[in-house]
């Protein structure tokens, strides 16, 4: 199937996320339970929340096209420490002095206030009903299918965390901007995903931009960084990422986009990994590593199969670890947030 790369695409999704018939929804909605999770959870206590959901960021979007990037990120942090739990809204309260927020690998995560936002319109529809994990999940969703992407069909049930992590549990469990092919098979593997669906994973690379903090390592050969790197675009790189410190203001402030078509959830990201265009190492990596490359190339040349592997990498990330039942609490609102 020819892909469209075209302004085009990122228009027609919207038209798809308002039809019923979307060709991408993907999820066996009669299934009834994932995890402790359920497809038709809040049928009876919250059935306009989708709806809801949708038009509260469908706006947003329109005004700021960098918000699904961040919307996705804010998914990916939050369920990859502790599980996707909405811990990464808490704030540093009484004797911890700092949470995983404040992580260095968190730099730079931003609309966590949308979600504060979303649940204040729920609570007038549907009273301490709707937990803000699942309000993440939901956000990322929508992230993905309002910039071209499929309409994912995902379990719901979260509950929220009564505490957070620290920043080092953080440190420790969000992969480095160094991780290589063997680090995110690895990390992707632990929560049931096969290589294909941890390659279609990082097609949420496809969306958002890079901070030059974390591009400046592509350059170090000792560290051998720069596998798969065009000349030419290394070249792009030390342009726009000169080499100043990583911790500088200037390195936090400055980025590349992620792909040629940086605000379309789109397969462009494949092939720039396979022309050795990417942003991070792994980027790069997935576009030569043997185990990677077939579905890199597979990817690249059809974009169904990425959309489908992508639905179910997302439906397992999101559904690992989570809070159900009796085990965690629904937030009355979420907690205030910057």
Known sequence: MMKSKSIA???????????????YISGDQNETNYEGLSYNYYEKTCPRLEEIVRSSISPLFAIDPTAPAALLRLMFHDCQVQ?????????TSGDQQFTELDSAKNFGIRKRELIGSIKTSLEVECPQQVSCSDLIILAAREAVALTGGPL???????KDSLSTPSKHVADSELPPSTADVDSILNLFASIDMTIEESVAIMGSHSIGVTHCNNVLSRFDNENATNTNMDPRFQTFLRVVCPEFSPTSKTAEATFVPNDQTSLIFDTAYYDDSIAGRGNLRIDSEIGVDPRTRPFVEAFAADQDRFFNAFSSAFVKLSSYKVLTGNNGVVRNVCDKVD
């Open 9 to 23: 695409a990122a228009s027609a999704s919207c038209f798809l996320i308002m039809s019923l018939l979307c060709n």
């Open 83 to 91: 599980g996707c739990d909405a811990s990464i809204l808490i704030e």
């Open 152 to 158: 994912i069909a995902v379990p719901l049930g979260r």
